[in-house]
């Protein structure tokens, strides 16, 4: 253990990077059991990341190792999210540096989420976290929507990479999966944060997620989030994973592949999330650094 603060304490950890200013910041609150619903909103809307994940005791049914599940929730500075990628690896870091890394199983909205920690809080490159999703899918985008995104992005349809057609995703939570055929075109980002906030909620979409091939397994990616009331994500696991299994389903990649997504450049916070692939298992296992903010 090398923390011994209160674990109501708003703890701040950045994930999908080593250094605290990369990455998607996150606040872990390791017992939440005497907070309420509009209490965590309130704290997730002052703190003012992106997420903070909220920590109880696990529900009986739950499996794993005794002391090391958990039932968490996700809690935008606007609303509760059903699954967050980047929260969960923040926590599992947060975790592993007091009770040690290993296997840990998280009980969310979404479902039932595996990780895996490996590595050391004072050692060598720190440690890693790696998630596995609940079980994903992909669904067709209605020709209306995608006017509608593209309208409220700015982006005229020529911009559109016609390798990456658009999708929604899900693996978790929904994404809306649009490709950017230049880097140049992903890198402006001007968007009208109240018409794009109205097409996602009807669609039930947790962010749009914006992609530009680099390389056979090599993405850049760019995450706008008005639903939770930020114009911008910077490293998002949840739209990570949901990606990966857009990927396979459309045959961009093989069945077997290890995904590097870079997010975060633009924002001046810069993050590298690794997505893999198995042939055989449709789950898809997202992982990267975390380490505490001071």
Not at 146 to 171: F, H, N, T, V
Request: aromatic fraction near 6%; glycine fraction near 10%; charged fraction near 20%.
């Amino acid at each position: 253990m090398t923390d011994t603060a209160d674990p109501t304490e708003v703890l701040r950890y950045t994930a999908f990077s080593a250094d605290p200013a990369g990455g998607n910041p996150a606040g872990v609150i390791l017992d939440a059991s005497g907070l309420d619903e509009a209490a965590m909103l309130g704290i997730a809307a002052e703190l003012g990341y992106s997420e903070t994940a909220f920590l109880t005791a696990p529900p009986a049914d739950l499996g794993g190792e005794s002391g090391r599940a958990f039932t968490v929730r996700y809690f935008s500075p606007k609303a509760e999210v059903p699954f967050c990628g980047h929260a969960t690896v923040a926590t599992a870091v947060a975790l592993a540096e007091r009770i040690g890394p290993g296997e840990l199983v998280f009980a969310t909205r979404a479902g039932t989420v595996p990780v895996s920690v490996t590595g050391s809080a004072t050692d060598g490159p720190g440690l890693r976290a790696t998630l596995t999703s609940v079980e994903p899918h992909v669904e067709e985008v209605a020709d209306a929507d995608l006017a509608e995104a593209l309208a409220a992005l700015d982006w005229p349809a020529a911009d559109l990479d016609p390798g990456i057609p658009a999708r929604i995703a899900y693996a978790g939570a929904r994404h809306l999966v649009l490709g950017a055929a230049t880097r140049a075109r992903l890198a402006d980002l001007a968007y009208d944060f109240a018409r794009l906030e109205a097409l996602m909620r009807r669609l039930d979409l947790t962010t749009v997620q914006l992609v530009h091939r680099a390389g056979p397994a090599l993405f850049h990616v760019r995450d706008p989030f008005p639903v939770g009331g930020v114009v911008e994500d910077p490293a998002t696991g949840a739209a990570a994973a949901a990606f990966g299994a857009y990927a396979r389903e459309l045959g961009l990649v093989p069945a077997d592949a290890v995904l590097t997504l870079h997010q975060g450049e633009d924002m001046g916070r810069p993050g590298v999330l690794t997505v893999e692939l198995r042939a055989g298992d449709s789950r898809v296992r997202v992982g990267g650094a975390g380490v505490r903010i001071a």
